[in-house]
């Protein structure tokens, strides 16, 4: 019996710079990336505030109920801040969400609902 020799591909490769995202969130992603107020998360002040929030919400989804621990849950703004500092660091502003789903999908989708109308 011979040896079995490797095909050549009939599809051909793909340049990763060629692929464009449908939806154009890469593009989007980068844009806020640059805003002003993205610097905020790295802050002293930011983590600090992040960890009150979790703590007095015991590690607890606010939406779904879900406890679990630091990676699985995020401090996110109720109200979106929109670069507005006083609102960003305001602790009444900022509960804890569960990273999956409640967070990544239904308060997502949320914001984009009310940036529409």
Known sequence: MGRLTRLPSRIGTLAS???KSPTGRAEID???DKLPWRRWYKTARWQALRW???IRDAFTCQMCGHVGP???MVAD???PHKGD???FFDEENVWTLCKTPCHDSV???E???AQRR
């Open 30 to 32: 980068a844009a806020r």
């Open 17 to 19: 710079s060629k692929i």
């Open 52 to 54: 009150r929030a979790l």
């Open 111 to 113: 914001e984009r609902a």
């Open 107 to 109: 308060k997502q989708r």
């Open 70 to 72: 630091s990676p699985e």
């Open 85 to 87: 500092e006083r609102l």
């Open 77 to 79: 703004h109720r109200r």
